[in-house]
């Protein structure tokens, strides 16, 4: 039986199964960005952790538009990451007249 160091040394990692058991466990690939994320994304992390670090000890709840109710700590974080995620590309000039011959 391979034990958890020989997995992790192939780079290979163990996922839960779901709570409700609905999904079984499975193996995947170690994403490679987990131990040295992209520049991007490492700024996000600094940033998500330092606005969740000045969110510490604020209590409440906010009800949000559609009638739910999230931590205010939640609101917080969204709103000062707003934006700062991946931004969605738009398909270029070729992608487009591509997609417009294969659909016919």
Known sequence: MILHEELKALGVEWVNPSMNGRRPGYFRKVPRTRVTPTIKQAK?????????????????????????????????????LQGTGQQRREPSMQE??????LEG
């Open 44 to 80: 996000h992390r600094l940033l998500f952790a330092e606005t969740a670090y000045e969110t510490f000890g604020s209590r409440g709840v906010v009800k949000t538009q559609d009638d739910r109710h999230i931590p205010k700590n939640a609101t917080i974080i969204a709103n000062k």
């Open 96 to 101: 487009k007249l591509i997609k417009l011959i």
